[in-house]
């Protein structure tokens, strides 16, 4: 298996330009997330999904979208990107089942971003 | 909604002492407290975690415990080797139900960046 992928690994792009970040995953896992990583605070919750055709916001969503319409697959757009969402993004999924859930996350190994 | 507050933000020990880092959390409805490790340049990976039916967990040179009263945990490492060296995320979370609203959302502290002298 090759657990969580993310693509693309690096980007550099100007202020206003449009992406669009892909996870995936082939553990089946119910649960996706994107997550931000900018230097002494952490990771941060930008986005997340419960399950195929839904999805949440977290503790940043301003500035991002987000589609789940795959279950393996969870994508996070920027529609006009600002130079403040120059960060290391992480995808991370987890698996739960009836009647007991795991809670453990799994990352991928990161897009860096680099907004000019 | 739950904050997480991680310290100390740096920590340097010698090769052979233990390094302890301590969270606080701030919802009493958490319980899920897993610690994260991660490389420089690498993914975050889980290292332990503690339920809130327990109140310390070991796993060889790595342990965690938990005072549900305090609201706080803690990540020890004992007998520190220089491949400790990282940064070290601790996180918290209401552990979910299947079909529920608990949706097992990670919050994590600021991290706390090791390093093991040799």
């Known amino acids: 298996n090759a657990g969580v992928t993310q693509t693309p690994k690096f980007r550099v792009l100007k202020t206003g330009q449009s992406m669009t970040l892909l996870c995936a995953q082939d553990m089946n896992h119910e649960y996706m997330y994107w997550y931000r990583q900018d230097p002494g605070m952490g990771l941060r919750l930008i986005h997340y999904s419960v399950g195929e055709g839904t999805t949440a916001k977290g503790e940043v969503p301003d500035g991002y979208n987000v589609s789940r319409l795959k279950k393996q697959n969870f994508l996070l757009g920027l529609e006009s990107a600002a130079p403040s969402q120059t960060s290391v993004y992480f995808c991370a999924s987890s698996y739960s089942q009836a009647p007991i859930s795991t809670d453990t996350q799994y990352f991928g190994p990161g897009t860096r971003l680099t907004v000019l | 909604g739950e904050n997480v507050e991680q310290h100390p933000s740096t920590l340097s020990v010698q090769e052979g002492d233990s390094a302890v880092i301590k969270c606080t959390y701030s919802d009493s409805a958490s319980n899920y407290f897993p610690w994260y490790k991660q490389e420089l340049g690498k993914r975050p990976q889980l290292i332990i975690d503690?339920?809130?039916?327990?109140g310390e967990k070991k796993d060889q040179r790595i342990a965690v415990t938990l005072n549900k009263t305090a609201k706080h945990f803690s990540l020890h490492i004992t007998e520190t080797q220089p491949e400790d060296s990282a940064v070290y995320f601790c996180?918290?979370?209401?552990?979910?139900?299947?079909?529920?609203?608990?949706?097992?959302?990670?919050?994590f502290g600021q991290g706390t960046t090791l390093q093991v002298k040799p």
């Open positions: 503690i339920r809130s039916n327990v």
């Open positions: 996180a918290a979370s209401l552990l979910s139900a299947y079909g529920s609203s608990n949706t097992g959302k990670l919050i």
